[in-house]
């Protein structure tokens, strides 16, 4: 085995978390005067920081992004968390990479509190040594700065690690805390995007990835 400590991303890697995402956004969007009718509009918002995409997308200053962002999880917290899926496959992937004695991680950008509820909710807690995300405050919420707090939390090392996400902040953050990394085709970014970040691996469906592990080709 090439690696034996395995971060993931949650939503878009291990959920589908579309539904749930998107209508949180549209509601703090309305929020803030700006209706949105397509919820396929608000796909951008499943990965990367909540702030940054209110921030890149709309234009919102800082403080009508953070606005947002609170607006965002009174609709999500109880309601939205729950609009999700466990990908098929998922389980079994999970299954085999600890058969063969692998340990597993989290590293989200969501709040930890959250992505621990969703984890809880889809019994999938039980496969994962940690789970990092940011803090409800929005520190930690870059993808690096929680892939290095796995890394040095568990203490490590970077050759014996891999990330696996679906979007590109997944990959940079990878690169940047010197581990290689797995782009999940299947999930909310592009192959466009994620060629772009050079991953390691790319795997265009669940049953693909789980083939390649099970082959110990990675």
Known sequence: ?????????????????REGITKAVRYALGQH???VNDLSELESFIGPPLQTTFTEKYHFSEAEAWGAVL?????????????NEVYGGIRELLDLLLS????????????????????EHFQLSAYFSMVCGSELD???????????????TCRIQPPAAVMIGDR????????NCGIHSI?????????EELAACEPTYYY??????????????V
């Open 138 to 152: 929005g520190t930690r919420s870059a993808k690096t700065e929680i892939i290095q707090h796995v890394l040095d």
């Open 100 to 119: 063969q004695g692998r340990r597993l991680y989290v590293a989200t950008s969501k709040p930890t509190v959250f992505a621990e509820t969703v984890l």
């Open 71 to 83: 607006s965002y999880r009174e609709y999500y917290k109880d309601t939205g968390l729950y609009e």
């Open 183 to 191: 782009a999940a085709g299947y999930g909310y970014g592009s192959e």
């Open 168 to 175: 590109k902040h997944d990959l940079i953050g990878a690169r």
């Open 33 to 35: 005067g700006i209706h």
């Open 1 to 17: 085995m090439r690696y034996n400590h395995i971060l993931f991303d949650l939503d878009g890697t291990l959920t589908d978390p």
């Open 204 to 217: 265009k469906t669940v049953d693909e990835m789980l083939r390649s592990f099970a082959s110990l080709a």
